[in-house]
Nanobody, 123 residues
Framework: PGPLVESGGGSVQAGGSLRLSCAAS????????LAWFRQALGQEREGVAV???????KYKNSVKGRFTISQDNADDTLYLQMNNLKPEDTAMYYC?????????????????WGQGTQVTVSL
């Protein structure tokens, strides 16, 4: 598979929405776990959402009900729909993929990473 390339980040006011995209050609969820991670300035990278190989999903508690991870089967683009954004969601967001043992929000399980896209949420 090719590289993972994120897009769609930007600046938004609290309460707003953004949809992040990750070009993930060759990384279909039937063969790979796909996930979104984020890293705020001065903090460790943390898992936000994972799409497992059975199509199941798992979310970080603080984004449940606000974020949705999905993949377009036509071109393998991975999405993260983010609604009701909060200032604490401000971070660099990364997409990641792995073949096995990866239905987890732990970054240690993921092999392939994109370069990231910045999300900034202001009051």
């Amino acid at each position: 598979p090719g590289p993972l390339v994120e897009s769609g980040g930007g600046s938004v006011q609290a309460g707003g929405s953004l949809r992040l995209s990750c070009a993930a050609s060759g990384y279909n969820y039937r063969s790979y776990c796909l996930a979104w991670f984020r890293q705020a300035l001065g903090q460790e990278r943390e898992g936000v959402a994972v799409l497992g190989r059975a199509g199941s999903t798992k979310y970080k508690n603080s984004v449940k009900g606000r974020f949705t991870i999905s993949q377009d089967n036509a071109d393998d683009t991975l999405y993260l729909q983010m609604n009701n954004l909060k200032p604490e969601d401000t971070a660099m967001y990364y997409c990641a993929a792995a073949r096995e043992g990866c239905y987890t929000l732990s970054e240690m399980a993921f092999t392939y990473w994109g370069q990231g896209t910045q999300v900034t949420v202001s009051l």
